[in-house]
């Protein structure tokens, strides 16, 4: 069946540092892919999104490429900042359930000033 | 205008208990989706339904049902509820019935804890 997998966190940084969170993909054909991003107290958010492969999401500095070779859709950031801090999800919605994103288990994002 | 609405924001119930909780969709949007995420764990999908329709039902026990209003709001019920439903309980819209390449808008969740 289909499934995601992230790393594991949480991931601690320094402010303005690079960011990389790695996300890889179990999933026949050709799934749609996301980041969706979780604020301390607040809502899934989706930050970004690629539905084909090659294609590059990117959304408040962050980016990520659909990489169907790899089945990877790692999230980068340049500099972070404080205000990133928060729980970020990788999910996947297959051509086969397509009603439904499948989820990873998300990586806690700190960054200190 | 107002995103995805959720209520109770927070509710403590006891084993055996029923309990019901509510999502009110974006204007406009007529799928609604529920998803379960247990503290540390991604999101699991329990139900989606458009135009008052079962559209995907995941891996839950028969305890978990749902429904859609002609308003297109939702409940979620759960029935002789365990420990193991204690968990943030998400509800998402989306004016399609796939979300393959449309995004998901999510409301705040309820937070369930059952003693």
């Known amino acids: 069946g289909n499934s995601v997998t992230q790393m594991e966190g949480p991931v601690t940084l320094s402010e303005e540092a690079f960011l990389t969170i790695n996300c890889t993909y179990t999933?026949?054909?050709?799934?749609?892919l996301f980041w969706y991003v979780q604020y301390p107290g607040e809502g899934l958010q989706l930050l970004l999104k690629a539905t084909k492969a090659d294609d590059k999401g990117s959304n408040k500095g962050f980016e990520a490429t659909y990489r169907k070779e790899t089945t990877s859709f790692h999230l980068e950031k340049g500099s972070v900042q404080v205000s990133d801090s928060a729980v970020y999800f990788c999910?996947?919605?297959?051509?086969?359930?397509?009603?439904?994103?499948?989820w990873g288990a998300g990586t806690k994002l700190i960054i200190k000033p | 205008d107002a995103g995805v609405t959720q209520s109770p924001t927070h509710l403590i119930k006891t084993r055996g208990q029923h309990v019901t909780l509510r999502c009110s969709p974006i204007s406009g949007h007529k799928s609604v989706s529920w998803y379960q995420q247990v503290l540390g764990q991604g999101p699991q999908f329990i139900f989606q339904y458009y135009e008052k329709e079962e559209r995907g039902r995941g891996n839950f026990p028969d305890r978990f049902s749902a429904r859609q209003f002609p308003n297109y709001s939702s409940e979620l019920n759960v029935n002789a509820l365990l420990l193991g439903d204690s968990a943030l309980y998400l509800c998402?819209?989306?004016?399609?019935?796939?979300?393959?390449?449309?995004?998901?808008?999510f409301g705040q969740g309820t937070r369930l804890t059952v003693v």
């Open positions: 998402a819209s989306s004016p399609n019935p796939t979300v393959y390449n449309t995004e998901a808008f």
């Open positions: 999933a026949t054909g050709y799934p749609s």
């Open positions: 999910a996947l919605s297959g051509m086969d359930s397509n009603y439904q994103l499948i």
